[in-house]
């Protein structure tokens, strides 16, 4: 049907003012059939068409699809017809004319197009029977009974009496409800693309959805996460009314979703398919209701219409978007599930891009964990050679930080007169390259290091992984030993070649000669006790030194060690002892062999003339032993090297006391190894003092 609107508005105000111009006040009385407006006609139309003609258009007014509403020049209301009552809120033209006119205006609330109040002295057929000028004007009637809202367009026109002044106005409302609605939806299914979009948070962005969704698209719109049992859990929800919200989610504590229920969101997430509702009836509610409080609240709720879909991401179904209208006015139908189906596509789009990023971060972030935990430098680099990221250790060992490395290139942190590190990336073709190289750190110093270099094909191209550790220690180690033993093949070369230069000297002369003999035995003791010392510092390396203790007179355990060591020199050894001291439990050769050190050491490093003191002090549970000597001294940055097994401090090495450097750290260990500790105190030139206590008891003894 043709709407008003789109007619010629005056031919249409000409019709209506030959129907309805006598009749003005009396809303509701007869359709244009009053003799008076047929009387006033113009000349050339006989009574009989006229009244035809009258007849014709009061049918086509009550039928075109637009509202007209004609009023005179109070405002009364003349006429309006079926559509126009629509508007207005009201079933029929009958129904609003039955409506005392005081009670009408109070059906609906009258709003502008932003929603606001609108005054009824600017709607434009007020202005027009005022004489002004009146715009095409949107307006939204809202129902206060329904709350449901109705859009038109209200254009109006004066009908002049013979002096040309305003005797009627026509306001003609074209319904845009429809149109406003499907703006709506298009509307809402852009901002909730763009919301979806836009955050990888997607329960808020999907409480958002939900709440894009109300008022203009559903009275209530609700998320649902399915569980990997295939359980709805509800995630989001919208109501118009706030209040109701509450009671959704209290629907759903005391009446949770039955996931073999064969309707709703567990129905969806089984089937994978969407559920449209036109009208609910109030017997589904009652059929569906687990009790009577289920179905009160069912009813509350207000379930008129409504539409589950269910989110299918990679086909498979994460959960359901559930639109509800409460209105029987708004009843959803194929269009709307369109709009839902796509409302549901993106949110399940946004899920599935969510919970990948979440995967992706839960791997990069253990990914992150290993690479910085590890022990091992390591250094990615891309195939331009640039590096690209570093763990903490590697930042440590070289003093660059990630950002300053991502400003050097291959072969800026290597120390290597040829690039072993760029050559190996270059050169590698799948395979790993494994080395020793020795990096540059920022502070120009350098280390060495052995590691690997492994490639990958990552998204961008290839990478390749370097590991590395520093193997400055094991360097170390290597030139110690290496020292040691040079050190061991000469210290074991002069005691056999003199004891063999004195077997020889009698098998040549073919007697037995003295002196010749005890030099064979001392250098025969020297080479034992070397060779104890070698094995003694092997013991304690391996962690496999075992006392083997026994009860100990300790006043005579002492005496005897400063006995047997007086017996080597002519230096003057000066002891202050307790006469008693208790008993102890000991492993009485190695504490003997502990304090033959002390004593053999500063009788070896205090010069001509110097002497030697030994005090000793019952402490109560332990025995306190000082060696002390007016010797040489210990250079003070040798000190704390001492107890290291081969030190040497030049002291030692640059005169003729012999030695492999393995007499203090020995003692050390067998000190500790029965609970006690040893120390050094020196001056360089004055002499040094060695100290060490010794608990009478093993611990556990008590
Ligand atoms: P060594 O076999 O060289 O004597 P030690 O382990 O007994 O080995 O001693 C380690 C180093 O400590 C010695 O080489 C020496 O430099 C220094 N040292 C030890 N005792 C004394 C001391 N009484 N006076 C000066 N220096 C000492």
Redesign the pocket.
């Known amino acids: 049907m043709i709407g008003v609107s789109q007619m010629n508005v005056a031919r249409c105000s000409l019709l209506i003012v030959f129907l309805f111009a006598p009749c003005a006040g009396k809303l509701g009385e007869g359709m244009g059939n009053d003799k008076t407006a047929v009387e006033n006609m113009p000349s050339g139309l006989t009574a009989e068409a006229l009244h035809r003609s009258i007849a014709y258009l009061s049918v086509f007014l009550q039928g075109v699809s637009d509202g007209i509403l004609v009023q005179d020049h109070t405002g009364t209301v003349v006429f309006i017809n079926d559509a126009g009552a629509r508007a207005c809120g009201f079933a029929s033209a009958a129904e609003m004319r039955a409506t005392p006119i005081a009670d009408v205006l109070d059906k609906f609330v009258l709003l502008d197009e932003a929603g606001q109040p609108f005054p009824i002295a600017n709607l434009p057929a007020q202005r027009v029977l005022k004489g002004m000028a009146a715009n095409e004007t949107v307006l939204r009637t809202r129902s206060h009974n329904s709350r449901e809202e109705r859009w038109s367009v209200v254009k109006a026109t004066p009908v002049r009496d013979a002096q040309g002044a305003a005797a009627f106005a026509i306001s003609i409302f074209q319904d845009i409800t429809e149109r406003k609605r499907t703006e709506a939806a298009t509307r809402f299914l852009a901002d909730a693309s763009t919301v979806l979009a836009k955050s990888l948070d997607y329960e808020t962005t999907l409480q958002q959805v939900a709440r894009l969704a109300v008022p203009h698209v559903a009275d209530w719109c609700s998320v649902d996460i399915a569980d990997a049992e295939g359980v709805p859990h509800l995630l989001a929800i919208a109501h118009v009314d706030p209040e109701k919200v509450a009671l959704a989610h209290e629907h759903r504590r005391r009446y949770p979703a039955d996931p073999d229920a064969p309707y709703g969101a567990a129905e969806a997430i089984r089937t994978g398919k969407s559920q449209l509702v036109s009208a609910i009836p109030d017997d589904a509610l009652v059929a569906g209701a687990r009790d009577a409080e289920h179905l009160a609240m069912l009813r509350a709720l207000g379930l008129a219409s409504s539409m589950i879909v269910p989110l299918i991401a990679r086909g498979r179904v994460v959960g359901t978007i559930t639109f509800v209208s409460s209105s029987p006015e708004r009843r959803y139908g194929p269009d709307d599930l369109i709009l839902a189906e796509a409302v549901a596509a993106r949110a399940a789009q946004a899920i599935d891009n969510a919970r990948l990023y979440r995967d992706a971060r839960a791997a990069e972030e253990q990914y992150r964990g290993l690479f910085a935990g590890v022990g091992d430098a390591v250094l990615v680099t891309d195939a331009e050679g640039n590096y690209i990221d570093a763990n903490p250790a590697m930042t440590e060992l070289v003093g660059y930080s990630v950002a300053e490395l991502h400003r050097l290139r291959v072969g800026d942190l290597t120390a290597d007169a040829e690039d072993g590190f760029a050559r190996a990336i270059h050169a590698l073709p799948d395979d790993a390259m494994r080395g020793e190289i020795t990096l540059q750190r920022k502070d120009g110093s350098t280390v060495p290091v052995e590691g690997w270099i492994t490639s990958i094909t990552g998204p961008s191209g290839a990478l390749f992984i370097g590991t590395w550790r520093d193997i400055s220690e094991r360097r170390h180690i290597e030139e110690e030993r290496q020292r040691f033993i040079a050190m061991v093949a000469h210290e074991l070369r002069n005691p056999l070649s003199s004891l063999i230069g004195y077997a020889e000297l009698m098998r040549r002369r073919e007697r037995y000669d003295a002196k010749a003999v005890e030099t064979i035995i001392a250098q025969g003791r020297r080479l034992e006790r070397l060779t104890l010392d070698l094995r003694e510092t092997m013991l304690v390396q391996a962690g496999l030194l075992n006392l083997k203790r026994a009860p100990v007179a300790v006043h005579a355990l002492i005496a005897a060690a400063i006995e047997q060591a007086h017996a080597t020199t002519t230096r003057a050894i000066h002891v202050d002892m307790p006469d008693h001291l208790p008993p102890a439990e000991w492993d009485a050769d190695r504490v003997t062999q502990v304090l033959g ?2 004593l ?3 009788i ?3 010069g001509e003339g110097g002497d030697v003191r030994v005090q000793v002090k019952d402490m109560g549970n332990d025995v306190c032993v000082t ?1 002390a ?1 007016s ?4 250079p003070p940055d ?1 000190l704390p090297r ?2 290291e ?1 081969f ?7 640059d005169g003729s ?11 050390k260990a067998l000190v500790e190894a029965h609970g006690g500790e040893m120390w ?1 105190e ?1 001056t360089l030139g004055r ?2 003092t ?1 100290t060490f206590t010794l608990p009478y008891h093993p611990p556990s003894a008590g």
């Open positions: 050190n002390l053999l050491n500063a070896k490093y205090s060696v000597d010797g040489m001294g210990i040798a001492i107890f097994p030190y040497r401090a030049s002291n030692a090495t006391a012999r030695g492999m450097g393995l007499g203090l750290p020995i003692s050094a020196s002499g040094s060695f």
